[in-house]
């Protein structure tokens, strides 16, 4: 989740996102779902993953979790009106193996030739190629810039192969990626403008220009807008279908693929809560939402009251009603600001990630 430009008025920044009406951990929620205000829900085990070095201050903003079990955690975000605990650490990419009895959080090593020093990631998104090769895709923010990063991931050496930055005009105030092919990806834009004094504009008179915009090397263009800030970004198991969260209309778009990679949408699935990052479960194609419950606590910072943490599961997503319930909600006590939750097949558990703190890793016998 990124406000870029919004540093100078944080007040500003949480009347804006209070606008549904919010008081401390309540949620205004559409009458139309099933899950309940934001509470302290008991799951079966919960506990912090072992190794968390450089995770304990830089927080974990995105997670992708490959079949093979290998996790992927962007950490170190740094952005505009958001608090940061590491301000002059850089931004890393650690790995966990969540087929490990107790998995152990570790950092990889970048390739020389890359600056190390300015990496600021955001979301990222992976791509299998046909020879098994992986490659991650990151979104960067390089002295504040926005770009792509794209790195071979060397499995042996538990390292990052940096081989390109990519570059657009259209690629600013980038959020999060989804990777579809060896050269082709959706990214979220957040915010239309970079000047402060628009970006003020755009939020009062809630312009809707943000989009999700489609790059291959040779297009790049914008595949679908509307969005009041567009936010995390996934693909269904069958990748006919984007799923796009638009952050403070606190929903989420699901948009039909078409060959010449235009989106048109489908429907709007209103949850009532800020919507971060979304990722798919790999079993049963529902929607894992890592969302924030009070935007307010959320940009405005006090430790002696922190954000809370709140994880949405969506079923029968292309169902008339698709099921919306609350898997995981917390005050604050034990995850702060949840940007998001990713499954992986075959075990009950959930990785969230989390804006401030090490990332945790939920068990829980409902799944």
């Not at 093979?68 to 608090?83: E, R, T």
């Not at 998104?125 to 020879?131: H, M, P, Q, V």
């Not at 957040?190 to 755009?202: A, G, I």
């Amino acid at each position: 989740m990124a406000f870029w430009g919004w540093s100078r008025t944080p007040e500003r920044m949480a009347a804006r996102c209070l606008q549904g009406g919010w008081i401390l951990c309540t949620v205004c929620r559409s009458p139309s779902t099933d899950h309940v205000p934001i509470q302290d829900l008991e799951v079966a085990e919960l506990r912090k993953l072992k190794g968390t070095h450089g995770l304990d201050k830089n927080g974990s903003e995105d997670i992708d979790i490959l079949p093979s079990g290998l996790a992927f955690i962007s950490s170190g975000l740094k952005y505009p009106g958001m608090p940061n605990f590491a301000p002059n650490e850089p931004g890393q990419i650690f790995l966990i193996d969540l087929n490990e009895p107790n998995p152990r959080v570790q950092a990889l090593n970048i390739s020389d030739g890359f600056d190390k020093a300015s990496f600021n990631p955001h979301g990222i998104s992976t791509f299998i190629d046909e020879d098994h090769t992986v490659y991650l895709y990151v979104v960067n923010h390089p002295h504040m810039k926005s770009t792509v990063e794209k790195f071979k991931f060397e499995e042996k050496q538990r390292s990052l192969v940096h081989l390109k930055t990519i570059k657009h005009e259209l690629l600013k105030s980038l959020n999060d990626i989804v990777v579809l092919g060896p050269e082709q990806f959706y990214a979220t834009r957040d915010h239309y403008f970079t000047n402060f004094f628009l970006v003020l504009l755009e939020i009062i008179m809630d312009l809707r220009w943000t989009y999700v915009v489609f790059y291959s090397p040779g297009e790049v263009k914008v595949a679908a807008k509307g969005f009041s800030s567009a936010n995390g970004i996934t693909v269904s198991l069958d990748k006919k279908y984007i799923y796009a969260a638009d952050v403070t209309a606190q929903n989420i778009h699901v948009l039909k693929k078409h060959e010449n990679w235009d989106l048109t949408q489908v429907k709007v699935i209103h949850l009532g809560t800020l919507v971060d990052n979304l990722t798919v479960d790999p079993d049963t194609g529902d929607i894992w939402a890592g969302c924030h419950p009070n935007g307010m606590k959320l940009l405005i910072y006090n430790p002696e009251d922190p954000p809370g943490s709140e994880v949405l599961r969506i079923r029968n997503v292309l169902s008339e009603k698709p099921k919306i319930s609350t898997e995981y909600g917390n005050n604050g006590s034990v995850i702060q600001g949840s940007s998001v939750a990713a499954v992986y097949h075959g075990k009950l558990l959930i990785v969230v990630g989390s804006l401030w703190i090490p990332v945790l890793k939920i068990y829980s016998s409902t799944f």
